[in-house]
């Protein structure tokens, strides 16, 4: 080859390799100088079979419903940067015909429901995967998350099997099914004890929708261990957050793994059956025929699907049932409860999968019963709660408790937002953490904002340590009023070098209403600022 001719081909390689690196940098970069005005989108295929047009949508047995408080419309400012989650419903047909792509969707949230409901998983898989593969993220929540996983066990009840037929195996997590519906497995002849954890009557306490207290007082609300190492639940204070389950099994994490994966959340070190608080025994049916017949001409509102027509019925209303001096055991402590895990390939797609409902409402106190009348039946409920704290003597949001769980998780699976661009973890506002000390008194802290269509005002406060034990009171900085020019403030340092704690309290006040968040239980984030 001519000399020249090989030196041009080398110096233009490095020419288009310099602007193929310029350009990654560019990106990359464009992350970190939050002063750089974007817009981002976080598209969301929001699969479901419940639609928002029907009028009993925003109900309380609705189930979809819970993801759009927590998503719809959600919009956050960190510096310039401006992100907001956009919500498209999709339905088997929409899935199966192709619509599920990485060109218009960045994560593929899977309702429980819609898993419940699922009759075509082998479809779901066949369209579910390329995109995946493409890059596609995934939140997968109770059924949506057993989905995902690998069913270890030989299944053996009606139940069990059908979990199998339903596996999807896309996770590298396995999954332990034991369980089944009390009616039928008894009918044919088995004992109460046959059954594992996950029965239906273990832990829901009823399926009558039209009865407040069953809704969204059922299941347990456990202290899950988190993983604050992991960006979705870096910046919270404490060691364990209070979440909704309702039976689902935990993930098992295999000795050896294909791809890089984290625990985010663990079940509480003691087992659910050896609280008294929250175990519950098994119980037989002594209805007999006539239990059965009475069944037939009832009727009620059913949340869940177990069945349809004469077989829900039957495994619903059927009565009487008695209880057993047999508590159902459980071997949950210790394992995962919500996972986070990399596809393993070049476009490392992410996939978080949650046992537990982050959806769903908390409370707190209180204890199981299981009243022994001459009427049970699984509808009403064979075990329910009482002696809750009232929601109107706590200082939370019950409802909206976990929210910001479900959109960190949102964010973090698309890719499209660094970790320290994620939703406020308290409240509406929080300061963004600090990648490095500051050599210099004059820097620029930033903050990440909820966003609303009326003004906004965010306070900056912080307090002084020289030696990071002693500190000083909180002290009021500056306000920014403005969200045209980016949500931070230039500091000066006023007490000079040492070290620097900072909140932020934002304010919303528009025609007489006026909201303001409440200070966090610890500082948002820390610096250390040295000598000019």
Not at 15 to 24: E, K, Q, R
Not at 138 to 161: F, R
Not at 194 to 211: E, H
Request: proline share 5%; with cysteine.
């Amino acid at each position: 080859m001519n000399k020249k001719i090989l030196q041009t081909m080398v110096i233009l390689s490095i020419l288009v390799f310099a602007s193929f690196a310029s350009v990654c940098a560019v990106k990359i970069n464009s992350y970190d100088d939050k002063s750089e005005e974007s817009t981002i989108d976080i598209r969301i295929a929001l699969y479901t079979n419940e639609e928002e047009s029907d009028p009993d949508f925003y109900s309380t047995y609705k189930r979809t419903c819970y993801f759009i408080y927590a998503l719809d419309d959600y919009t956050w400012q960190v510096g310039n940067t401006t992100y907001s989650f956009k919500i498209d419903f999709m339905n088997s047909n929409e899935l199966f015909s192709g619509k599920l792509t990485k060109e218009k969707y960045d994560v593929f949230l899977y309702t429980p429901i819609k898993a419940d409901y699922e009759s075509k998983p082998s479809k779901v898989k066949e369209n579910l995967l390329p995109f995946i593969k493409d890059g596609g993220g995934y939140l997968g929540i109770c059924a949506s998350a057993m989905m995902m996983a690998n069913m270890t066990n030989e299944p053996e009840t009606s139940w069990e099997k059908n979990w199998k037929n339903r596996e999807l195996g896309i996770s590298c997590t396995n999954i332990e099914i034991n369980g089944g519906t009390p009616f039928y497995n008894q009918l044919f002849g088995n004992k109460p004890e046959d059954l594992g954890p996950t029965a239906v009557y273990t832990w829901a306490s009823g399926f009558n929708s039209t009865n407040y207290y069953i809704n969204h007082h059922c299941g347990v609300c456990l202290d899950m261990v988190v993983n604050k190492s992991h960006s979705i639940f870096q910046g919270y204070k404490s060691n364990t957050r209070r979440i909704r389950w309702l039976g689902s099994p935990p993930l098992l994490i295999p000795d050896i793994v294909d791809r890089e994966i984290n625990v985010l959340a663990t079940f509480p070190k003691e087992e659910m059956s050896d609280n008294e608080s929250t175990c519950v025994h098994y119980w037989k049916y002594t209805g007999g025929l006539i239990g059965m017949i009475k069944a037939i001409f009832k009727s009620g509102t059913v949340q869940w699907n177990w069945g349809r027509g004469l077989k829900q019925k039957l495994m619903l209303f059927s009565g009487d049932w008695k209880k057993t001096d047999k508590i159902v055991e459980t071997d949950f402590a210790e394992k995962a409860g919500m996972t986070a895990e990399i596809y393993p390939n070049s476009n490392m797609a992410r996939i978080v999968l949650s046992p537990v409902h982050p959806e769903y409402n908390v409370w707190w106190d209180g204890h199981i019963i299981e009243p022994d009348t001459d009427h049970n039946n699984i509808y009403e409920g064979l075990n329910r709660w009482t002696d809750i704290t009232p929601m109107e003597e706590t200082p939370e949001d019950e409802f909206s408790f976990n929210y910001w769980v479900i959109r960190r998780s949102i964010a973090w699976a698309s890719q499209k937002v660094p970790d320290s661009d994620l939703p406020a973890v308290y409240g509406t506002s929080e300061i963004c953490d600090f990648k490095e000390n500051m050599s210099s008194s004059n820097f620029t802290v930033y903050s990440n904002c909820k966003m609303e269509r009326i003004p906004v005002t965010i306070n900056l406060y912080y307090r002084y340590s020289n030696d990071n034990e002693n500190w000083s009171e909180w002290t009021f900085f500056d306000t920014d009023s403005d969200e045209s020019d980016g949500r931070y403030w230039e500091f000066n340092s006023p007490n000079g070098s040492g070290y620097y704690e900072f909140y932020s309290i934002r304010t919303v006040e528009y025609e007489g209403y006026m909201e303001t968040e409440t200070v966090p239980p610890a500082a948002d984030a820390s610096v250390y600022v040295g000598n000019d």
